[in-house]
């Protein structure tokens, strides 16, 4: 990438006062590679379609425009936008991002999803807002009820609209298009171009701006890095970083961070843990930066927690480890930030800590670096154990071919080995030693151990979860439960998976066997879940109307 691009701020963008003074609060220093190519358009009212994986910015790339384009009377109740995601969960991401950036505008989000009580966003829309962040399932809902309205849409934003397909929403999203009006702007991100995709492209954008972020031709700079990643909920990623550290014990790391706060955050907490960090962000004098650079390069620390601008330009000798404590944005800056290590014939190590729904950048990384990324499990509380015994192991064995004279020793031993046995004296030696150089493993707990949402089971077409006959018995692990409506209210497994997944948190590739009789339906689901999914779909509609939901009376035997 031309080092001009990599120059360009967020102010070079023309973004409004308040919006530059939102991401300067809230630590960002320079737009992604999708941010820098997709918001000039956007913001000028251009159709845009956008192939970028999960992790690039994506957010910011259309919430900044609209806020930007934002410009309407207080008292104006219908939405100007309408942002369309798959899950829930992304659903409150957006939303609250959105929320960050228009603090200073006062502009009025609302996420609109299942599992939430329908009432409180009746009443929200009554009052008026300016931004729907919606499911696609939800707001086919508002819309039969007349409680969401759409004339006076603006923007319409496609959000992962792949993955929105695969969970069988197309003839929601056709019929939110169609009820939009024609003049107005869409924008649509997926991570890859299905041709169905293609079809609903040409059906409702016109002549969009086109952008695709992470297929450049990307040479590798990493044959000699080991390079590993970690599945870990957002949550234990503090917890997940100092385990690497304790088990690997690099001799110098880099740490890169998303936004300066989190770079403040978490220095303090490996400080507290006692790690030599320190931090480095735009934040910083110039002053500060040379401090800390003299401090690593002298060894007097051994992390560095930085943000991609601050550590631009950064060469140290002694560095063996690079942290991206998140998803890079692009695999550009993956590849710009492992080539730090695995220089001059040495070999390095690569750690990318990514949450369960970040796995596909992952993928997309691989195929453009052409270099696997392992995937393996954060290290348990007893493989910390047994490292750091090993390491203690180690030390002795270097001592032992050291030439030091240890004759001023053996009188202790020998007089010891005289009253307990000589293997007694030698364990308790290595204790001693084991616990002046940081002993066992604190009493920490077990940090969780999740899948990516791409490999939470086997990929099923939905077709092959009709097939299943009456009668047989639920697969392994898996609760049918009981929906009291069928073929004769129009129920299609696609009803019936997008409900689920929509209101009760799973994926689709969660749910088991669905079978559909003329006045009911059976679905399967993870046992450890039935209550929840009941819980959920209990509170919504489905098709628009209540249905009786329970768990199937006539559960099979198990095997």
Do not use: W
């Not at 001009?4 to 701020?9: E, G, K, L, M, R």
């Not at 963008?13 to 320079?30: D, F, P, V």
């Not at 913001?43 to 425009?65: H, I, M, N, S």
């Not at 077409?461 to 409506?485: C, V």
């Amino acid at each position: 990438m031309a080092d001009d691009d990599a120059a360009i701020t967020f102010a070079d963008l023309a973004l409004r006062e308040e919006l530059l003074t939102a991401l300067t609060q809230l630590g960002y220093e320079e737009p992604t590679p999708i941010q820098r190519e997709a918001i000039p358009p956007v913001v000028e009212g251009r159709d845009l379609l956008g192939q970028a994986a999960t992790g690039t910015g994506k957010t910011a790339a259309f919430a900044l425009p609209i806020l930007q384009r934002l410009d309407r009377d207080a008292s104006e109740r219908s939405p100007a936008a309408l942002v369309l995601v798959p899950t829930r969960e992304l659903a409150m991401q957006v939303s609250e991002a959105m929320h960050k950036y228009g603090r200073g505008l006062r502009t009025r989000v609302l996420p609109v999803y299942g599992g939430q009580p329908i009432r409180m966003q009746l009443r929200a829309l009554e009052r008026g807002v300016d931004v729907v962040v919606a499911t696609p399932g939800r707001a086919i809902d508002h819309l039969n009820r007349g409680t969401l309205r759409l004339d006076k849409i603006e923007t319409v934003v496609l959000d992962e609209a792949d993955e929105m397909l695969d969970m069988g929403f197309a003839e929601d999203l056709e019929a939110l298009l169609e009820a939009a009006p024609e003049t107005r702007q869409t924008v649509l991100f997926s991570a890859t171009m299905p041709p169905r995709l293609n079809g609903m492209v040409k059906r409702h954008l016109r002549e969009p701006v086109t952008i695709e972020i992470g297929r450049a031709d990307v040479e590798s700079e990493a044959k000699r890095v080991r390079q590993t990643a970690y599945i870990v909920p957002r949550a234990s990623k503090p917890a997940a970083l100092g385990r690497l550290l304790d088990v690997e014990q690099p001799t110098a790391a880099l740490v890169f961070c998303r936004t300066r706060d989190e770079v403040d955050t978490l220095t303090e907490t490996l400080n507290g843990r006692g790690y030599r960090a320190e931090a480095l962000h735009g934040g910083m004098s110039q002053q500060q930066r040379d401090r800390v650079m003299n401090r690593l390069r002298s060894g007097n620390a051994d992390l560095l927690l930085a943000t991609d601008v601050a550590a631009r330009g950064l060469d140290i000798d002694l560095l063996t480890h690079v942290v991206n404590y998140d998803v890079p944005a692009s695999p550009e800056a993956y590849v710009h930030r492992i080539g730090r290590v695995g220089r001059a014939g040495r070999e390095g190590v690569a750690i990318t800590l990514a949450q369960p729904r970040e796995h596909r950048m992952l993928r997309t990384i691989e195929h453009i670096t052409k270099q696997k990324i392992k995937i393996e499990k954060i290290p348990t509380v007893a493989d910390l154990r047994a490292r750091r015994l090993e390491l203690t192991r180690a030390g002795l064995e270097e001592s032992l071919l050291e030439d030091g004279d240890l004759d001023h020793f053996r009188v202790v031993v020998e007089t010891l080995a005289e009253s307990y046995d000589v293997m007694d004296v030698a364990a308790a030696a290595v204790k001693l030693a084991h616990e002046a150089s940081g002993g066992p493993a604190p009493d920490e707990e077990e940090i969780p151990d999740v899948q990516p949402a791409s490999d939470r089971g086997a990929p099923r077409g939905r077709d092959d979860r009709t097939k299943r006959p009456a009668g047989k018995r639920e697969s392994a692990g898996m609760t049918r439960i009981f929906i009291g409506a069928g073929r004769v209210a129009g129920i299609r497994p696609k009803d019936l998976v997008g409900a689920i997944t929509n209101e009760a948190g799973l994926v689709g590739r969660d749910i088991g066997g669905i079978e559909i009789g003329d006045r009911f339906s059976l679905v399967e689901v993870p046992e450890g879940s039935v209550d929840g999914v009941i819980t959920a779909l209990r509170g919504t509609t489905i098709k628009g109307k209540k249905a009786t939901i329970r768990r199937e009376r006539f559960q099979s035997p198990r095997r």
